[in-house]
């Protein structure tokens, strides 16, 4: 299996997309933590914080009376528990950055993760259909199984080499930029209560509980690869529900509790973190890992038994 998977990885590594994609996430970071040094020195410190603090407070305490979706009500209280949290513990919103501040930003660039894990994934199989190196492979005394294994750990090994390269670039250019690790605690907003949590161990949990999200992006697409032979499909599919399933999640979730059935309300776990709100109130994180399960498992299926029944002759 390891030669498998050594072989499977080689590969990849022997594509020039590889290299550029790597390249566009290294970039990326870049493009990012040139704007948080821009818009950092451009922040001014106000002596009135409280006040304007007070003022939020009372802006969105006036809002909940008003008639919005169940999501923005959540965003909303979080917004006020946070804020009177920090009028009581004397904690000021606005601080310069620092190394941590940036790396916490750059989670939301998993998207890309996602993106070129996907890219990878839909290739993997597909790939060896159109070339016509398949049968290259099943000539070997070794079952379809175990290949479509190897082709699968390969792609998990792949999304995360790209999330340890995001978290430790952004490390390195946010202590360049910003320079010291400055302030680590981070409020997260927990089952309705406001709490002070260390920033590194913080920003670890977001980053591993991220790869989640990446893992099953790539699994949808691993499947489609498998099952229609097809890389432009199962990457055309992938990148559409990449960018846009969880915000049509979100939109019918506004209107319909059954939306916490769909995948894209549960890969992302640190909903129950802190990072942001669950899509439906009441989901909890045992529900996410059940229903996370469910659609691993249906994905696992389609993919095995149309790699391993189907005849590559036709």
Request: glycine share 6%.
């Amino acid at each position: 299996m390891f030669n498998l998977i050594r072989n499977e990885w080689m590969k990849i590594f022997k594509r020039v997309g590889t290299y550029v994609m790597l390249g566009l996430l290294v970039a990326i970071i870049g493009i990012t933590g040139a704007t948080s040094k821009y818009l950092d020195s451009q922040t001014k410190v106000s002596d009135e914080w409280k006040k304007e603090v007070q003022t939020q407070i009372a802006a969105d305490k006036e809002s909940l009376k008003e008639n919005m979706p169940g999501y923005i009500k959540e965003e909303t209280k979080k917004s006020i528990a946070i804020n009177e949290y920090r009028l009581e513990n004397d904690l000021e919103p606005y601080q310069k950055a620092n190394v941590w501040s940036y790396v916490q930003d750059n989670a939301y660039l998993v998207m890309f993760v996602g993106l070129f894990t996907i890219i990878v994934s839909a290739g993997i199989v597909a790939s060896e259909f159109t070339w016509g190196t398949i049968k290259l492979l099943l000539i070997r005394p070794i079952s379809r199984s175990k290949i479509l294994i190897s082709k699968y750990i390969t792609v998990l090994l792949y999304g995360l080499s790209q999330l340890v390269v995001l978290f430790v670039v952004s490390f390195l250019l946010g202590l360049i930029l910003f320079g010291g690790i400055g302030e680590s605690a981070h409020l997260a907003y927990v089952d309705g209560a406001v709490v002070e949590q260390n920033m590194v161990w913080y920003l670890i949990k977001t980053y591993l509980l991220k790869t989640i999200d990446v893992a099953m992006m790539a699994t949808m697409a691993f499947m489609i690869s498998a099952v229609f032979r097809s890389s432009s499909l199962a990457i055309g599919i992938s990148v559409f529900l990449l960018f846009m399933g969880s915000n049509l999640t979100t939109l019918i979730a506004m209107k319909f509790d059954w939306a916490k059935f769909s995948l894209f309300a549960n890969t992302d776990l640190t909903q129950y973190t802190g990072f942001q709100q669950p899509v439906v109130k009441g989901m909890t994180m045992g529900f996410s890992i059940t229903m996370i399960l469910v659609y691993f498992v249906i994905f696992q299926v389609l993919a095995f038994v149309f790699f391993t029944k189907r005849d590559v002759a036709s």
